[in-house]
Nanobody, 123 residues
């Protein structure tokens, strides 16, 4: 599992926007499916978005579809999550990971998670 460092979180009001970044160290994202997950206090970690294949196909959870956009810059070895029209229910710690498709669901391909980056949306 590549060392992944998330950044870009912060506090915003409902309706605001943030862009999260996930930078890889020690290896490249090239050819890998990458994803974002989030975990709110007292809740299980949940899938948010993924980008995969050389043509950068994307997939989103229903709760963020139409508001969030995942993208990547292979030259910079970085994956982004553009979050628009944020809602209080988007408040969570956000994590990125190399992902795989397993039984119809996206999951972390490894066992470790980074520190994540906290997003707090006030109403």
């Amino acid at each position: 599992q590549a060392d992944l460092v998330e950044s870009g979180g912060g506090m915003v009001q409902a309706g605001g926007s943030l862009t999260l970044s996930c930078a890889a160290f020690r290896r490249t994202f090239s050819g890998l499916a990458m994803g974002w997950f989030r975990q709110a206090p007292g809740k299980e970690r949940e899938f948010v978005a993924t980008i995969w294949r050389s043509d950068d196909r994307t997939d989103y959870s229903d709760s963020v579809k139409g508001r969030f956009t995942i993208s990547r810059d292979s030259a910079k070895n970085t994956v982004f999550l553009q979050m628009n029209n944020l809602k209080p229910e988007d408040t969570a710690n956000y994590y990125c990971a190399v992902v795989v498709r397993d039984s119809g669901r996206w999951r972390n391909a490894g066992t470790n998670w980074g520190q994540g980056t906290q997003v707090t949306v006030s109403s």
